[in-house]
T-cell receptor, first 114, second 114 residues
């Protein structure tokens, strides 16, 4: 799986959009970008994933650059409960049962301030 | 619909004792993964199991650690003769089957070895 690079920490004001960047310059053509987050003392939680098109769900939006070498996770209106470590993970296709592992890095600690 | 259940939430053992960590996957899920998170480190894959079958144990230490997922009952991660270095948070995740894109994590078991 391709390596990812994320800032160690970021701050965001409550109610503002939080934009979390991730670099994955060695990503392969069939590898997906996944985002998980881990709130303190809890297990990781799936947020969103995408291949090359931008994706949006009830939690967040994922913007992937055209060359797919980087992406941004957007939390449109951050709340205090969004304070967590956010992990950007590159993973191959899971069809056929392959690429079942998630390889977690250090992630970005997002602190949402009141 | 209950999520992934792990127990106990906290487990304290003295050096040399055995630790048993339990994981009940989400309803309808037949695949279980175990991850370990050492203090100040990221989550590391340990083992991937299907009911009555170990699919991948490449992340398991060669000695003292074992895992099972019987036909009936929860998955068990067993650590024999625990040492202080085994102190960590152990997370279980489940998925419906092969090719699952999302993993659903439990809240973890915090193992402390005195």
């Amino acid at each position: 799986d391709a390596k990812t690079t994320q800032p160690t920490s970021m701050d965001c004001a409550e109610g503002r959009a939080a934009n979390l960047p991730c670099n994955h310059s060695t990503i392969s053509g069939n590898e997906y970008v996944y985002w998980y987050r881990q709130i303190h003392s809890q297990g990781p939680q799936y947020i969103i994933h995408g291949l090359k098109n931008n994706e949006t769900n009830e939690m967040a939006s994922l913007i992937i650059t055209e060359d797919r070498k980087s992406s941004t996770l957007i939390l449109p209106h951050a709340t205090l409960r969004d304070t967590a470590v956010y992990y950007c993970i590159v993973r191959g296709p899971t069809r056929g049962g392959s690429n079942y592992k998630l390889t977690f890095g250090k992630g970005t600690l997002l602190t949402v301030n009141p | 619909n209950a999520g992934v259940m792990q127990n106990p939430r906290h487990l304290v053992r003295r050096r040399g004792q055995e630790a048993r960590l339990r994981c009940s996957p989400m309803k309808g899920h037949s695949h279980v993964y175990w991850y370990r998170q050492l203090p100040e480190e990221g989550l590391k894959f340990m083992v991937y199991l299907q009911k009555e079958n170990i699919i991948d144990e490449s992340g398991m230490p060669k000695e003292r650690f074992s895992a099972e997922f019987p036909k009936e009952g929860p998955s068990i991660l067993r650590i024999q003769q625990v040492v202080r270095g085994d102190s960590a948070a152990y997370f279980c995740a489940s998925s419906p089957g092969y090719g699952s894109e999302k993993l659903f994590f439990g809240s973890g078991t915090q193992l402390s070895v005195l």
